[in-house]
């Protein structure tokens, strides 16, 4: 019993010494300030100070406070890259004591973290010593410092109140963290990471609005080595705004050359909230998925993506891309890609077609206007981003196994595209359009204030009949199109570009069927003054012709036509505006003796003579008839002797024919007369008016 009471007495001494010396530990935690500050800063390589007092919790569970936390790479007292309210950090230091000494933190909550990221140019003020290009926005050791244990295990982390602010060139971000929660951290285990947070233009920022605002939430499972070189993401789901995406993630080779692969998709659904903020107008659902491999190649500063493969829309493109970042020696960003897609499908309003469209021969007008009849005023909205466009270089191919437009199939479509600074070429090709093929080269200088356009179509052996009932027009024209020809216009909105067009385009129709009711009504009223309209009467409204070749320019609204129909000839010369599809086009009509091609027949007295027409209205059905005043202009030259060879002769053989000839000079001096009384009367109705 004596042993046993001197048993207990040393025993309770002992804990009475271990007590009294744990409690002169713990008494004052902040003599452990400088080798806490020295650990941190060896292991980051960040500058630390700690402005508040370190504390000891004591249950539950044992915690380390630090309150009021500063870190940076130089001064962490001048405008701090991270700062923190307050750190708690759980720790098992049993687990160091052991044969096999092993770093066990059970947690570290941190909670209102304060970080300030800032870029100027090529200068980042997260960019660790040591390290000569901006790296990721994560504070990174530099070179040199400690290495990572090989031996670790975190029971968790947390981070609450937080706010991101991310400054690049003067574009704001700000990042609010509810909340980020890390569990179980281990090398090899299943980490569930789980955030939600806002990310939204800071207060006072110029593009700051409710609008801007994204809600997020992810969640997903994380695996890591042991020097944190190689991650795995899996199961993961992220919610911005309403829209949810899956994903998964590997990356490894983290300290070297980092190597990526994963899939991103966007389950079909709904995202008006989304679209919102990235000013996008669209209606109904959306839906993607995104697989690809990346490798991240600091030396040539590129981010290659192979074995890419996109499915949007029921369509799958495949290919590369690759990314190189620009140089301060003042190289731009560049693109390279070549991608295959399997099929397109687009559904719109069909657009004009260069030299076609619109009923019989005035839809060559209609169509001169690039973009099609509109049913309201053109977007004033910028067509391109310029300052975007000046910012990247790029060169690549897209090539389109099947491209359906509105049902019509171009299949093998190719587009060859190039841009340097702003200066963009582009070159189409469709091998089948239409029982024919379709190029088009188109060249946009965007380094100017004021883009210029270039584009130069070339359609060949064309079958003008389906492309008609493609395009929807109420023409019919059966034929072989050959066309070409070349445009240019400036400006950046529709209404700049279709009021500065310029260019001039040749086709040839080869033989067909075409619709010329129109002028044939118009014609008959003429023939009906010179004597009758028989012949004309004869004409059908759907004409096979053996020759239809044109010649079109246009010059803003302005359009000149001269085209051949047979033995028919046409000059048009007038308007057209597109936006309120209203055309006024004076034509000059005139048949012509031709017996190897003397489809149309007409009155001798109007053979040759150009027939004055007008028609207004409407591309999809313009009004059509004799021009009054070209008329009174043409009878008062011929009667009056000026309206050249061919009407004074017409004229000659009219009076020989049906007056005696003691009659004849005395007819045609009356004539004369009345050629003359009407032109008076035509000049005084033009000065009436004006």
């Not at 936390?69 to 405008?79: E, F, Q, R």
């Not at 230091?93 to 066990?104: E, G, H, Q, Y």
């Not at 019989?360 to 975007?388: I, K, M, N, S």
Request: charged fraction near 20%; hydrophobic fraction near 40%.
């Amino acid at each position: 019993m004596r042993y046993m009471r001197r048993f207990f007495l040393g025993l309770l001494v002992a804990l009475v010494l271990v007590s009294g010396l744990l409690a002169w530990a713990l008494s004052n935690p902040n003599r452990f300030k400088p080798e806490l500050i020295a650990l941190i800063e060896d292991q980051t390589g960040l500058k630390i100070r700690i402005s508040g007092e370190l504390a000891w919790r004591l249950w539950p569970p044992v915690q380390l406070l630090a309150a009021d936390v500063s870190a940076d790479w130089n001064d962490p007292d001048h405008a701090p890259l991270l700062h923190v309210a307050e750190l708690r950090l759980d720790a098992d230091l049993l687990p160091l004591l052991s044969a096999n000494p092993k770093l066990k933190i059970d947690g570290i909550v941190i909670d209102g973290l304060q970080a300030k990221l800032v870029q100027t140019g090529d200068v980042a003020n997260w960019t660790p010593p040591g390290y000569a290009d901006v790296p990721p926005p994560v504070p990174i050791p530099p070179p040199g410092s400690a290495t990572t244990p090989t031996n670790w295990e975190i029971g968790g982390i947390a981070l609450t109140n937080s706010v991101i602010d991310y400054t690049v060139d003067g574009d704001h971000t700000r990042v609010e963290i509810d909340a980020l929660r890390l569990s179980g951290l281990a090398p090899g285990q299943a980490i569930p990471l789980s955030v939600r947070a806002h990310i939204s233009a800071p207060p006072g920022a110029p593009e700051a609005s409710a609008a801007a605002t994204l809600d997020v939430e992810l969640d997903a499972t994380l695996r890591t080595d042991a020097a944190f070189t190689r991650w795995d993401i899996t199961d993961g789901t992220l919610t911005l705004a309403d829209a949810l995406f899956t994903f998964s993630l590997a990356a490894s080779e983290l300290s070297t050359v980092p190597d990526v692969r994963g899939r991103l998709e966007l389950l079909k659904q709904p995202i008006p909230a989304l679209l919102r903020v990235l000013e996008i107008e669209h209606d109904g659902a959306v839906g993607f998925g995104f697989d690809f491999d990346a490798t991240l190649d600091p030396q040539d500063e590129r981010v290659r993506l192979s074995n890419l493969s996109v499915d949007v829309y029921a369509s799958q493109a495949t290919g590369s891309l690759t990314y190189t970042f620009g140089s301060p020696q003042g190289s731009l960003p560049s693109v390279e890609f070549a991608l295959d897609i399997d099929s397109i499908v687009l559904e719109s309003e069909p657009a004009a077609t260069v030299a076609l469209g619109g009923p019989g021969l005035l839809g060559l007008v209609a169509a001169a206007a690039v973009t099609p009849p509109a049913t309201q005023a053109p977007d004033p909205e910028p067509l391109l981003p310029l300052e975007a466009l000046r910012g990247i270089d790029w060169r690549g191919t897209l090539t389109i196994a099947k491209l359906v437009y509105n049902g019509a199939h171009f299949p093998d479509t190719r587009i060859e595209t190039t841009n340097r600074a702003g200066l963009i070429e582009a070159a189409l090709s469709m091998p089948s359009f239409f029982g024919g093929t379709a190029t088009s080269n188109i060249t946009i200088d965007a380094r100017r204030d004021e883009p210029l356009w270039r584009v130069t179509p070339v359609l060949s052996k064309v079958d003008s009949e389906p492309l008609m009932t493609w395009l929807d027009q109420k023409l019919y024209w059966a034929a072989l199109l050959l066309a070409n020809g070349e445009f240019e216009m400036r400006g950046n909105t529709e209404r700049e570009l279709v009021n500065s067009i310029t260019g001039r385009s040749r086709f040839d129709g080869g033989q067909g069927t075409i619709d010329i009711t129109q002028l044939k009504r118009a014609v008959q009223v003429i023939a009906q003054l010179a004597g009758g309209s028989e012949r004309i009467d004869a004409w059908p409204e759907r004409l096979n012709y053996q020759r239809l070749t044109g010649d079109w320019t246009v010059d803003g609204q302005k359009h000149t036509l001269d085209i051949a129909l047979d033995n028919m000839a046409l000059s048009m010369n007038g308007t057209y505006d597109p936006f309120a599809d209203v055309m006024d086009m004076y034509i000059d009509l005139t048949i012509r003796d031709e017996p190897e091609l003397n489809t149309f027949q007409i009155n001798s007295m109007l053979m040759g003579l150009a027939i004055p027409l007008r028609c207004k209205g409407p591309s999809t059905g313009p009004t059509c008839r004799a021009d009054e005043a070209g008329v009174k202009n043409l009878i008062a030259d011929a009667l009056t002797g000026q309206a050249g060879s061919e009407a004074t002769q017409r004229l000659d053989e009219v009076i020989e024919e049906q007056v005696p000839e003691e009659y004849q000079d005395a007819a045609r001096e009356l004539l004369k007369g009345f050629g003359i009384l009407l032109k008076q009367t035509e000049q005084q109705q033009q000065q009436q008016q004006q």
